[in-house]
């Protein structure tokens, strides 16, 4: 039922960085994961990382060691720093849950890799 806001997407050439946030409508220290997914042109929505309430990570094989996961409870804030991007990385990012079935999808944030 929390309303998530992603924000910071843009445009960006290939090896650049971006700052994506989550801004969520309520406390997400109850939330016990938080993840960032992301859906390419054509293809399926997949997960990117994932964050617990105790600060442990997860990454999808194509971006680990290059995005970085971090949630900040007080602020009811979820980051995801990309560094390194590259043109396959040019997706629709979005935040929610993580959980097996998500029921609810905001608008995400565009990122584009190119030159």
């Known amino acids: 039922q929390v309303q998530l806001v992603e924000s910071g997407g843009g445009l960006v050439q290939p090896g650049g960085s971006l700052r994506l946030s989550c801004a969520a409508s309520?406390?997400?220290?109850?939330?016990?994961?938080m993840g960032w997914y992301r859906q390419a042109p054509g293809k399926q929505r997949e997960l990117v990382a994932a964050?617990?309430?105790?600060?442990?990570?997860n990454y999808a094989d194509s971006v680990k060691g290059r995005f970085t996961i971090s949630r900040d409870n007080a602020e009811n804030t979820v980051y995801l720093q990309m560094n390194s991007l590259k043109p396959e990385d040019t997706a629709i990012y979005y935040c929610n849950v993580y959980a097996p079935t998500v029921h609810s999808w905001g608008q995400g944030t565009q990122v584009t890799v190119s030159s």
């Open positions: 964050i617990t309430s105790d600060g442990s990570t």
């Open positions: 309520r406390s997400i220290f109850s939330i016990n994961a």
